[in-house]
């Protein structure tokens, strides 16, 4: 898929894929968010109930898995833990690491807004700090991916750029609610899209939104959407 053009724009992965050949950019996103260890334990549980798309535990796929903190989390919880991205060496770390702690992981390289994967895969999907790379096109166009590969009933767990957020209409807003910081040092070069509460709405409309609420992560303005929903 290519990156410009009427396709829409995300090459944010190349600045990750740089940052993950670093240790020091691995060891910055080692850590599980807390939050994902409890949706975690409630897919294991809401996985056996009628229309599941796996075995007991589950079937999850972690979108944007970068070195996998949370792909290896979904392992060690007993879940079937899938991971993509587009960045090859955060791919091989996650597999590095899988091999090292004995644990099954099912990776492969993809773009968010084209997936590799049968209509109802999942049970869970997770798109922690994801599916905004780009613009509010590539992010709708993730969105209905992981609509198709996620089950009815199945659950989504994602982060956004909330408007609040510090670095929000800094740069060129190249497409609306979409900047690029010509001068930034970080992934901040690539497209961002940052949305609001009706933009959160209209983005998640194919979704049941069971929560959604502002955080500032780390605690110094970067204002983050976190939101759960579920397929209808
Ligand atoms: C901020 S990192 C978050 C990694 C991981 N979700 C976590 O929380 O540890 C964003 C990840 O999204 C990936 N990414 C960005 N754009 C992508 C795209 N269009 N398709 C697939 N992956 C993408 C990057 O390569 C990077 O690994």
């Given at each position: 898929m290519g990156q410009g053009g009427e396709a829409g724009w995300s090459g944010a992965y190349l600045h990750w894929d740089s940052q993950w050949r670093e240790r020091a950019g691995i060891l910055a996103w080692s850590d599980p968010e807390p939050w994902v260890a409890e949706v975690i334990d409630m897919v294991r549980g809401r996985a056996s109930g009628p229309g599941r798309a796996s075995g007991p535990g589950g079937r999850a796929l972690d979108l944007g898995c970068g070195v996998g903190r949370h792909?290896?989390?979904?392992?060690?919880r007993g879940l079937q833990a899938h991971g993509t991205d587009r960045s090859e060496a955060g791919l091989r770390h996650v597999r590095e690491q899988g091999e090292r702690l004995g644990l099954a992981v099912h990776l492969c390289a993809a773009d968010f807004r084209q997936l590799p994967f049968g209509p109802g895969t999942f049970d869970y999907v997770l798109a922690w700090n994801t599916i905004y790379h780009g613009t509010e096109q590539d992010c709708a166009a993730g969105l209905r991916e992981v609509r198709r590969v996620?089950?009815?009933g199945g659950l989504l767990q994602a982060t956004m750029l909330s408007k609040r957020n510090r670095e929000y209409g800094l740069g060129i807003e190249i497409h609306s609610n979409t900047f690029v910081q010509p001068q930034a040092t970080d992934d901040k070069v690539h497209p961002h899209t940052?949305?609001?509460e009706p933009g959160i709405a209209r983005l998640y409309q194919d979704f049941r939104m069971l929560a959604a609420a502002e955080r500032d992560h780390?605690?110094?303005?970067?204002?983050?959407?976190?939101?759960?929903?579920?397929?209808?």
């Amino acid at each position: 898929m290519g990156q410009g053009g009427e396709a829409g724009w995300s090459g944010a992965y190349l600045h990750w894929d740089s940052q993950w050949r670093e240790r020091a950019g691995i060891l910055a996103w080692s850590d599980p968010e807390p939050w994902v260890a409890e949706v975690i334990d409630m897919v294991r549980g809401r996985a056996s109930g009628p229309g599941r798309a796996s075995g007991p535990g589950g079937r999850a796929l972690d979108l944007g898995c970068g070195v996998g903190r949370h792909t290896l989390l979904m392992a060690r919880r007993g879940l079937q833990a899938h991971g993509t991205d587009r960045s090859e060496a955060g791919l091989r770390h996650v597999r590095e690491q899988g091999e090292r702690l004995g644990l099954a992981v099912h990776l492969c390289a993809a773009d968010f807004r084209q997936l590799p994967f049968g209509p109802g895969t999942f049970d869970y999907v997770l798109a922690w700090n994801t599916i905004y790379h780009g613009t509010e096109q590539d992010c709708a166009a993730g969105l209905r991916e992981v609509r198709r590969v996620t089950r009815p009933g199945g659950l989504l767990q994602a982060t956004m750029l909330s408007k609040r957020n510090r670095e929000y209409g800094l740069g060129i807003e190249i497409h609306s609610n979409t900047f690029v910081q010509p001068q930034a040092t970080d992934d901040k070069v690539h497209p961002h899209t940052y949305s609001d509460e009706p933009g959160i709405a209209r983005l998640y409309q194919d979704f049941r939104m069971l929560a959604a609420a502002e955080r500032d992560h780390g605690g110094s303005g970067s204002h983050h959407w976190h939101l759960l929903c579920e397929v209808p």
